[in-house]
């Protein structure tokens, strides 16, 4: 069973794009999933208040959604649909020994995500992009493994001569890099389908960019709440976004969550 009992559909824009879904995922997912190409879409899950990080030594999202099996479902379905994965290194450094891929969030769905895969076209597993300016990540993650890292010619010195020959790392600046510049050397190479997994911070520097085309979350019954000096974060950090106008695409309920996709 992919999940315990299937999502239940709200509200669905019509005129969506509509994948051939595999049954198992169709059921699950409560409908159909697919995206106009290219596509940059985020996927987080945020507490009611808004909180998406903790500082906390371990990831943020599995502590935020409580370990929501809808939650992971949801994050290995949009990774399934990806054909990258992108990452900043302050969600990386996180994430430690994870994989970015759809059958390591959600076990339990990677026959059907890999039969969607195929459908699509699409290789295995999405490749996993990693922004770094400082070049701070540990060469020895599984997840480098295939993977690219962009970065500054400052932080490809940091790295030169410490990942392995599988890990491809790409300077695109000699301090800054723009995401403009990142995500057009993704469709260079032919990305069309950029699932991003933020953090915070890069997310919000990717919506001023006016980069990101959608944003799934998934708003988790719990309250975290924010005070002086909490290190914590709510979904988009850092940049004045001065109210982004979105449209709301889809609203699913699992429970007592709730998975809300826009437009942006
Ligand atoms: N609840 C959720 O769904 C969710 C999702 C994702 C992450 N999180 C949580 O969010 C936290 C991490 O988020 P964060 O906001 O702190 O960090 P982040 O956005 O993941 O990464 C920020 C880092 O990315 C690199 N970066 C960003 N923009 C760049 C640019 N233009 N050029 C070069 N490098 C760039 C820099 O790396 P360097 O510092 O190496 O230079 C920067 O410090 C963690 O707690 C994580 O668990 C939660």
């Known amino acids: 069973m992919i999940l315990d009992g299937p999502l239940q559909t709200l509200f669905e824009r019509e005129g969506l794009p509509s994948y051939e879904l595999p049954t198992p995922l169709f059921e699950a997912y409560g409908g159909g999933i697919g995206f106009r190409k290219p596509c940059v879409f985020a996927n987080f899950v945020a507490s009611v208040d808004g909180v998406v990080a903790l500082p906390e030594p371990t990831e943020s999202g599995h502590l ?17 649909c990806a054909d990258t994965v992108l ?6 450094r996180k994430t430690r020994g994870a994989l970015f891929r759809a059958d390591a969030i959600h076990p339990d769905g990677a026959s059907a995500f890999a039969e969607l895969r195929e459908r699509l076209g699409l290789a295995p597993h999405p490749r996993l992009v990693v922004v770094t300016r400082s070049g701070a990540v540990d060469p020895a993650e599984p997840a480098l493994d295939g993977a690219l890292v962009v970065t500054s010619r400052a932080g490809e010195a940091a790295l030169r ?15 800054t890099l723009l995401l403009g510049d990142v995500v057009a050397l ?36 719990a309250l975290f709440g924010r ?3 909490d290190r914590r974060k709510s979904l988009a950090d850092g940049f004045d976004l001065s109210g982004v106008s ?4 889809s609203v699913r309920r699992h429970g007592s969550y709730l998975f809300l996709r826009y437009a942006l």
């Open 186 to 221: 993704l469709r260079k190479r032919g990305t069309e389908l950029l699932l991003t997994e933020g953090g915070p911070s890069l997310f919000a520097e990717a919506v001023r960019a006016k980069l990101v085309d959608e944003l799934f979350v998934t708003k988790s019954p």
């Open 64 to 80: 935020i959604s409580k370990n929501s099996r809808a939650d992971r479902f949801v994050m290995g379905l949009l990774r399934a």
């Open 246 to 249: 979105m449209d709301l695409l």
């Open 161 to 175: 001569g410490r990942v392995s020959p599988n890990t491809e790392v790409v300077a695109l600046g000699a301090d």
């Open 87 to 92: 990452v900043g290194a302050g969600t990386f």
């Open 227 to 229: 005070y002086p000096n």
